[in-house]
């Protein structure tokens, strides 16, 4: 079961009982086919013939006897490879607009290779902080690489992953006939993350300010925030809002959908996978990283509605 801890901050104790990923191993096996041959040695001008025959079967065999040797070492290695992640565990902050997709990789990842899997999901100011607080923990999956600068001194490398798109969204019916970022100034409720802790928040402020229509907002009340990406869309599928600034993955609930607006694509930003200082297996971890560059990964990223980095 993944922990979802989106409002909330985990003491370390609590991180260690309450995150936590159900996974399930599956074991290989190697099937090594073998091969034999026979043949006879008539007399007369027949024998150089069998003897050709013989020698070419006994090659055949061999190769075929390397060929199985060879498979069988190839599979024996893979089998080393992930029973040595059996016993070990990673533990991993991601962002919380991310679980699902993340949820799936790290399950995945689990299934094959039997490493614990265990993740926080949270906004980037509670896991700034648990980071901070416990220094503790082997990766960090940050909404962008911004939110990596506040624990920069415990980031040990980062990689990009994927393309984090920020969104127009309103429910399914438009009330406000909105077509452009512009077009936020008429609202009478906006749903935003919060600007101090979430990277979307940030990024809605940042462009509304932009845009010239940030404080005419304010002044009217007509801002909401809420503590996670995930949060917005669901509150304007249920009519909670008339528009909102979101991760463009979050937008996948019935009575809400996309305004087709290049308006925040200066705003895009890209998702690290930031391995930390306090990484406690290294196997477990470089593992982990080619898995997040595996096509597997990528394909699962892709379903969400992510663009790869």
Same mark, same amino acid.
């Given at each position: 079961m993944v922990n979802k801890a989106n409002d909330r901050l985990y003491s370390r104790r609590d991180m260690l009982k309450l995150t936590g990923i159900a996974g399930i191993t599956f074991a290989g096996s190697a099937l090594l086919a073998g091969c034999s041959s026979s043949g006879g040695s008539p007399s007369g001008s027949s024998s150089s013939e069998a003897k050709s025959t013989s020698a070419s079967a006994e090659a055949a065999a061999s190769s075929a006897a390397s060929q199985a040797s060879s498979s069988g070492a190839a599979a024996s290695s893979a089998s080393a490879t992930a029973s040595s992640l059996k016993g070990a565990q990673l533990n991993i902050y991601c962002g919380a607009g991310m679980t699902d997709p993340f949820t799936e990789i790290a399950e995945a990842f689990e299934a094959e290779t039997g490493c614990k899997m265990n993740v926080t999901f949270a906004n980037a100011a509670q896991i700034q902080t648990q980071i901070? =607080?416990? *220094?503790?923990?082997?990766?960090?999956?940050? /909404?962008?690489? $911004?939110?990596?600068?506040?624990?920069? %001194?415990?980031? *040990? $490398?980062?990689?990009?992953l994927v393309k984090h798109i920020p969104v127009i969204a309103v429910p399914s019916d438009n009330p406000k006939g909105i077509a452009s970022l512009a077009d936020l100034a008429n609202v009478d409720l906006l749903l935003i993350g919060d600007p101090e802790s979430t990277p979307i928040g940030k990024i809605a402020k940042k462009s509304l300010t932009d845009a010239g229509i940030w404080e005419g907002l304010q002044a009217r009340g007509a801002v909401t925030t809420t503590t996670t990406a995930p949060q917005i869309a669901s509150a304007l599928a249920s009519g909670e809002g008339d528009a909102g600034i979101v991760w463009k993955e979050n937008v996948k609930a019935d009575g809400a959908t996309i305004v087709g607006t290049p308006d925040l694509d200066s705003y895009v930003k890209v998702v690290p996978a930031a391995l930390? =200082?306090?990484?406690?297996?290294?196997?477990?971890? =470089?593992?982990? %990283?080619?898995?997040? /560059?595996?096509?597997?990964? %990528? $394909? =699962?990223? *892709?379903?969400?509605?992510?663009e790869l980095a």
């Amino acid at each position: 079961m993944v922990n979802k801890a989106n409002d909330r901050l985990y003491s370390r104790r609590d991180m260690l009982k309450l995150t936590g990923i159900a996974g399930i191993t599956f074991a290989g096996s190697a099937l090594l086919a073998g091969c034999s041959s026979s043949g006879g040695s008539p007399s007369g001008s027949s024998s150089s013939e069998a003897k050709s025959t013989s020698a070419s079967a006994e090659a055949a065999a061999s190769s075929a006897a390397s060929q199985a040797s060879s498979s069988g070492a190839a599979a024996s290695s893979a089998s080393a490879t992930a029973s040595s992640l059996k016993g070990a565990q990673l533990n991993i902050y991601c962002g919380a607009g991310m679980t699902d997709p993340f949820t799936e990789i790290a399950e995945a990842f689990e299934a094959e290779t039997g490493c614990k899997m265990n993740v926080t999901f949270a906004n980037a100011a509670q896991i700034q902080t648990q980071i901070d =607080t416990t *220094k503790e923990g082997d990766f960090f999956i940050a /909404g962008s690489a $911004e939110e990596l600068k506040p624990v920069e %001194q415990y980031v *040990k $490398e980062s990689k990009s992953l994927v393309k984090h798109i920020p969104v127009i969204a309103v429910p399914s019916d438009n009330p406000k006939g909105i077509a452009s970022l512009a077009d936020l100034a008429n609202v009478d409720l906006l749903l935003i993350g919060d600007p101090e802790s979430t990277p979307i928040g940030k990024i809605a402020k940042k462009s509304l300010t932009d845009a010239g229509i940030w404080e005419g907002l304010q002044a009217r009340g007509a801002v909401t925030t809420t503590t996670t990406a995930p949060q917005i869309a669901s509150a304007l599928a249920s009519g909670e809002g008339d528009a909102g600034i979101v991760w463009k993955e979050n937008v996948k609930a019935d009575g809400a959908t996309i305004v087709g607006t290049p308006d925040l694509d200066s705003y895009v930003k890209v998702v690290p996978a930031a391995l930390l =200082t306090s990484v406690a297996d290294e196997a477990a971890a =470089t593992a982990f %990283q080619d898995y997040l /560059g595996s096509a597997a990964a %990528q $394909e =699962t990223w *892709k379903k969400y509605g992510y663009e790869l980095a």
